[in-house]
């Protein structure tokens, strides 16, 4: 009778060991995600930021359009790693 009892209690404690393991594994999931949601935010941001840089140059000076189009075409475009720094794709 005891040793029923006493696997009926380590399965309940199994269960209940695997029922936590998923809920960090979920709760990892979703902190994974919201990180790299942040990171991509991050980068449209600086995206929006040359946009308007580039909008406002080109509306004080039409020739700049000329040297942005040459630039452009060489230059990488900035991305950020995992750490938030800027690196190069």
């Known amino acids: ?39 991509l935010i991050l980068q ?12 406002t140059k080109n509306e004080t000076d039409p020739r700049h359009l000329r040297d942005t189009a040459q630039a452009t075409a060489s230059s990488p475009t900035p991305t950020y790693c995992a750490s938030g720094r800027k690196t190069t794709a």
């Open 44 to 55: 449209l941001d600086e995206q929006v930021e040359q946009q308007q840089r580039a909008i």
């Open 1 to 39: 009778m005891w040793g029923k009892t006493k696997k009926g209690v380590q399965g309940q404690t199994a269960e209940f060991h695997a029922t936590e393991a998923d809920w960090r594994a979920g709760y990892l999931q979703i902190v994974a995600d919201v990180s790299t949601t942040y990171f």
